[in-house]
């Protein structure tokens, strides 16, 4: 996809700061971080959101949580605890039409999503 801002990070003709990369997958902090440590992360492939999962290789849906093991592992989150998020759609006002997974913590985070 020409314009669409989380591939042209994932060709490097954007910086960002890059937190992990593998084959397929690119991860990088959060512009507006939520939490102390926010990390998206991205399939190099150009994919709108989970909608599109069904037509998505299996080994690229394994890899995305593979990294989040990795990253939150990593970053020293895997005995304190993280929360992985994917807005799909309007009503979760995904804002960026690139599939990409949350990963946040680093601070007690709140109870209950709405
Ligand atoms: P969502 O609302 O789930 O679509 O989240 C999109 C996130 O992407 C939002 O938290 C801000 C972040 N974001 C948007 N543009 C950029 C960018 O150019 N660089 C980085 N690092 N993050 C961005």
Known sequence: MED???CKIA???IPSSKVYEDEQVVAFNDLNPQAPVHVLI???AHYANLN???GMPEALLAALLRAASRIA???GLDKSGYR???NCGPDAC???QHLHIHLLGGAKLAEKMS
């Open 73 to 75: 592992a990593q970053l």
């Open 4 to 6: 669409c801002i989380f």
């Open 94 to 96: 995904q804002s960026v």
């Open 52 to 54: 599109e999962a069904g």
């Open 42 to 44: 991205v399939p190099k």
């Open 84 to 86: 992985i998020v994917s």
């Open 11 to 13: 060709r490097g003709e």
